[in-house]
């Protein structure tokens, strides 16, 4: 009888943790989810106004053959391709493909948006590339007149694996709470029904 009487409030107590800890694991899954997204956008606009400042005189200049040289070297150095497009939205150089067959990218979201607001971003499929690419924008500026664009990309499977490696470190954390919870309901449960018993 007391055995079936610990067996329930241990039942009790394990599902009531297991709910609250599963319930915090998804919040906090997701919270860093979304903080570690924004931090590895907020990384790629940092790199992209370092890109613009060094690229601003070169498309000053109309050095193109410099640009994409520049593009080529500096994104394959970095892991991320890098695209200079000028305010008309001809590409000047990428780190990934030959610039002169490449469309003009001045209908592109983070492009429009960097133009109009000084920061774009968006995570889309690249019909150049035939993958799904996080894409920031920032605009190359000199003596108060917009030059051009500089935008830095990352493949999607690079940001996700990031991601999840952050949901897998929560996922375990609450696993091993879970674990430890339902040993100590059963602790809980047994001294209850000790002292149950000797009453």
Known sequence: MFTRIQWRIAASYVLLIAVALLALGVYLAYYLRQEQLHQLEMDLRSQALIIAQQVAPQLQRGDASQIDAFAKRVGRAADVRITIIDRT?????????????????LSRPEVRQALASGFGESMRHSRTLDRD????????GSGG??????????PTSDVQASLNRVVTVVG??????????ILLALVVARATTSNIARL
Do not use: F, Q, S
């Open 89 to 105: 939205g001809r590409v000047l150089g990428d780190t990934d493909h030959d610039p002169t067959t490449m469309d003009n990218h």
């Open 133 to 140: 690419l996080l894409y920031v924008a920032v605009p190359i």
């Open 145 to 154: 007149d917009t030059l051009g664009v500089a935008r830095v990309a990352m």
């Open 172 to 181: 375990a954390a609450t696993a091993i709470a879970i674990v430890l919870a």
